[in-house]
């Protein structure tokens, strides 16, 4: 039985995922190409830098350090813009009841997302006090897949990796959580998540876990 929860934002609790990739179209559009459906896959998970760097890698376009830096930070004023407004009405189906499900059966949450912002996400939808633990892309600057993220929450939790299970939406999260020797829910398509332990469409369905041998037992 697993005793810790740790959950990516964007993808699983949210869906901000959108708002990412379309900022990135317009970063793109600017620079005169554009990004295909399939490049959103690539661009989940990974850091505003990394991002970045596959953006221009797609286009095959190359910029100074001081442009990265201000293409990287328009594109967030662009992000932020198109999330200021969002309310807790936005989680993903499930996904409060399912946070709310755990936390009353004494399982420790953590957060593990590479955005750094994530604890202003959290509080617009009010949902700050449902984790023990919140590691954010300011906290750690490692970008998945690298298990830095999961391995700083676990740490936090008093958790061990074995005792953890990670929700992912993003291949590089799945790889970070197995990287740092933690099973991997992957929510999503399992054609897309074909590296995770199990493939549920969301939190709503996640119920179905303990029947595919995933179970929580409280420990706080
Ligand atoms: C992740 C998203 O959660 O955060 C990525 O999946 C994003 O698409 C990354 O690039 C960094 O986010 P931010 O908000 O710090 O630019
Ligand atoms: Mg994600």
């Known amino acids: 039985d697993y005793r810790a929860a740790l959950f990516d934002l964007d993808g699983v609790i949210v869906d901000t995922a959108v708002h990412h990739f379309a900022a990135w179209r317009q970063t793109a559009a ?33 910029v100074s350090e001081d442009e990265q830096q201000r293409l990287a930070a328009e594109k967030n004023a662009r992000y932020v813009e198109a999330i200021s407004t969002i309310t807790p009405d936005e989680m993903l189906p499930g996904a409060r009841e399912y946070l709310v499900s755990l936390r009353d059966r004494g399982v420790l949450t953590a957060l593990g997302s590479a955005s750094r912002n994530a604890p202003m996400i959290l509080q617009r939808l009010e949902i700050t006090d449902l984790f023990d633990a919140i590691i954010d892309g300011s906290v750690v600057s490692e970008a998945k897949p690298n298990p830095r993220v ?42 897309v998540l074909t590296e995770a332990d199990v493939v549920i469409p969301g939190l709503h369905a996640a119920g179905s876990l303990s029947a595919q041998g995933i179970e929580f037992v409280g420990s706080r």
Not at 48 to 62: F, S
Not at 168 to 182: K, R, T, Y
């Open 30 to 62: 600017e620079l005169g190409f554009s990004l295909a459906d399939e490049d959103e896959e690539l661009l989940k998970g990974v850091g505003r830098m990394d991002a970045l760097r596959i953006v221009l890698g797609i286009g095959g376009v190359e």
């Open 150 to 191: 999961f391995l700083a929450g676990a740490e936090a939790l008093g958790a061990a990796p074995a005792d953890c299970v990670v929700f992912e939406d993003a291949i590089a999260g799945i790889q970070a959580a197995h990287a740092g020797g933690m099973i991997a829910v992957g929510i999503g398509e399992p054609e």
